[in-house]
């Protein structure tokens, strides 16, 4: 049904319904013991107006934000960092999932800090711009060693690339200090490394950072093949395989405009932007589902790259759409004026609120963030379609509202809590058994099939953006922009590999270790210990089958090779016919980690 002409709309994975929109976890976070502030206090009415307003919807510039707000000792300040070689949207997405998740995992800490593959995030009551940092450290390795026999050269040729890098990074400017590249290495071929500062600091500060992290690599990483060493105000990291965007660091380094001031201690916020959006928009559409708990699901609509359209389809198509509007007042009075009280979630696409209509109807309002840059008419069409939309593991929309700068989704409200507030919670798990976790498993993939092949929807649009929960997307969307329903079977089997084992896709302790969920799963995989993935409430020796067959099929979804993942209509029958013998999985994208505190 879907020909080579056809693209990947959108994947918007979020744990929704009346509870939040989940954040994917930090790599690493510290709650630092410098002060605590009280609820409802100054300060704290300071740090969120501030991070809030951290990262605008359209910055400009290289993914290094720095602002102040408040005044005395009441003022707060908070520094974001995005990856040099993060996409844009990717950047934003990453800032604003960080900026609402460390507030709630230091919610009276006046310093905190939290970081992601892409981003990391600080704030504090005392200035941060212009200060080397170096504590608190933290690492990370991969499992795998380097031959005893090569160990010296390994170390010989990983300080020549790391000292080049510094190099070049430091002599960046200040809007970018990034470095990333490759060298041959001995046993493997290739060796990558990347080092970052932040641009706020000198060149010989930042090399100085730099070199002290260098130097921890011993400390953290000796004969491995692929570690990190972050600090606050620098991170270095090497692999033997391509983690970074190529295309992004090959590009030429910006030119240095005159050096910003730090920000001003009054009441109002400036902060520096992201890298400049050259990315096009798509509309986004958040599609939970539900079965006994609420269900996760992906939304996969194609898109015809032919001449894009800018009409309706049909007569039918124009009174639609006049029927699915709604007034932004009505939609205001419902939500009190989008009152957080009423916000169930953030996302990368924008925050969502409960509301209630005049006539009692309760709904979920998606409020699009506001850089899409779509025309009202491409926008207006592209709804239409999505309404017709009728499955059983998807929520309906109700409609839309276009009011200036404004757009917004209307949506039936799902009173069910999200599967995260039971999945997640040590206690709260035990209610999901194994078999309502299957069930759930085989109503999403019942749910992303019919999106895929069986809904016949055709959305004429030709341009996208790279925008999701960010701990869901496939690699090459993440770091490329390149998109397939590939990279929607990515996050279905980061998803499957989550209820199996009732743990966040990003990390998660593992004894005295750290470990992400892939490389966990992975590593349990080829040891043929795939057993240690299931969650402890639910080990069965009845169940052990379906569960290491999901295990199974939730690798297969996320292969690096984009190719060698299988299709939704294949994980179907998968899932529904035990007669059918499963590939060998290959090793999953973004394998890296094992990983330990400082």
Not at 153 to 181: C, P, Y
Not at 198 to 208: G, I, M, N, R, V
Not at 397 to 422: A, M, Q
Not at 446 to 468: A, K, P, W
Request: proline fraction near 4%; hydrophobic fraction near 35%; charged fraction near 20%.
């Amino acid at each position: 049904m879907a020909s080579s002409g056809l693209l990947f709309f959108l994947s918007a994975i979020f744990i929704l319904a009346a509870q939040a929109v989940a954040q994917p976890s930090f790599l690493y976070h510290f709650c630092i013991d410098k002060g605590n502030y009280t609820a409802n206090s100054t300060y704290q009415t300071n740090l969120n107006h501030l991070l809030t307003s951290l990262v605008p919807d359209n910055g400009t510039s290289y993914g290094f934000y720095h602002s102040s707000y408040g005044q005395n000792l009441d003022e707060a300040y908070a520094i974001g960092l995005c990856r040099g070689d993060a996409n844009p949207n990717v950047c934003r997405s990453c800032l604003n999932n960080a900026t609402s998740l460390l507030r709630q995992l230091c919610p009276n800490q006046k310093e905190a800090i939290g970081g992601y593959d892409y981003c990391m995030l600080r704030y504090s009551n005392r200035s941060l711009y212009g200060t080397v940092e170096t504590d608190p450290d933290f690492y990370m390795w991969n499992l795998n060693n380097v031959s005893a026999n090569y160990v010296d050269q390994f170390n010989t040729d990983l300080r020549a690339l790391m000292e080049n890098l510094i190099s070049q990074a430091a002599g960046g400017g200040s809007l970018l200090k990034f470095a990333a590249n490759n060298a041959t290495a001995p046993e493997f071929k290739t060796l990558y490394a990347l080092v970052q500062c932040t641009p706020d600091l000198s060149e010989a500060e930042c090399k100085d950072c730099l070199r002290g992290a260098l130097e921890d690599i011993p400390k953290c990483c000796d004969a491995k093949r692929g570690g990190r060493v972050i600090r606050p105000s620098c991170n270095i990291r090497f692999e033997d395989y391509l983690f970074f965007n190529f295309t992004t660091t090959e590009a030429s380094a910006p030119s240095s405009p005159p050096v910003s001031s730090p920000p001003s201690s009054t009441n109002t916020s400036t902060s520096t932007g992201s890298k400049k959006n050259t990315s096009r928009t798509v509309i986004i559409i958040v599609v939970p589902t539900v079965a006994f708990v609420v269900l996760i699901t992906s939304v996969c609509i194609y898109l015809r790259v032919r001449k894009p359209k800018e009409k309706f389809e049909s007569v039918d198509d124009i009174i639609r759409v006049e029927s699915l509007h709604f007034d932004f007042g009505t939609i205001k009075v419902a939500t009190d004026n989008f009152s957080e009280a009423n916000k169930l979630g953030q996302g990368g696409f924008g925050a969502v609120y409960k509301g209630k209509l005049t006539d009692g109807q309760t709904i979920a309002v998606k409020r699009l963030s506001t850089d899409s840059g779509q025309g009202d008419l491409e926008f207006k069409n592209e709804v239409v379609l999505v309404a017709k939309l009728q499955h059983r593991n998807l929520v309906r929309l109700l409609g839309f509202c276009l009011e200036r700068t404004e757009r917004l989704l209307i949506y039936e409200y799902v009173p069910n809590t999200s599967l995260d507030h039971f999945l997640f919670d040590p206690i709260k798990r035990a209610q999901l058994d194994w078999e309502r976790r299957y069930k759930i498993i085989g109503g999403i993939a019942r749910g992303m099939l019919y999106l895929h092949e069986d809904s016949r929807l055709r959305i004429i649009h030709n341009t996208s953006r790279i925008v999701g929960t960010y701990g869901y997307m496939a690699p090459e969307y993440a770091m490329h922009g390149q998109f397939s329903v590939k990279s929607d079977v990515f996050s279905f089997g980061v998803l499957v590999l989550e209820i199996v084992s009732g743990q966040k896709n990003n990390c998660f302790r593992n004894g005295e270790n750290v470990e992400d969920l892939l490389s966990y799963a992975w590593r349990n995989w080829s040891e043929r210990t795939a057993s240690n993935i299931v969650d402890s409430t639910i080990r069965s020796a009845d169940s052990s089958t379906e569960m290491m067959r999901c295990i199974h099929i939730g690798l297969l979804c996320v292969q690096e090779n984009v190719a060698d993942r299988p299709t939704m209509a294949s994980i179907v029958l998968m899932l529904n016919s035990y007669s059918t013998t499963l590939p060998v999985p290959s090793q999953p994208a973004f394998f890296l980690h094992s990983t330990m505190g400082p």
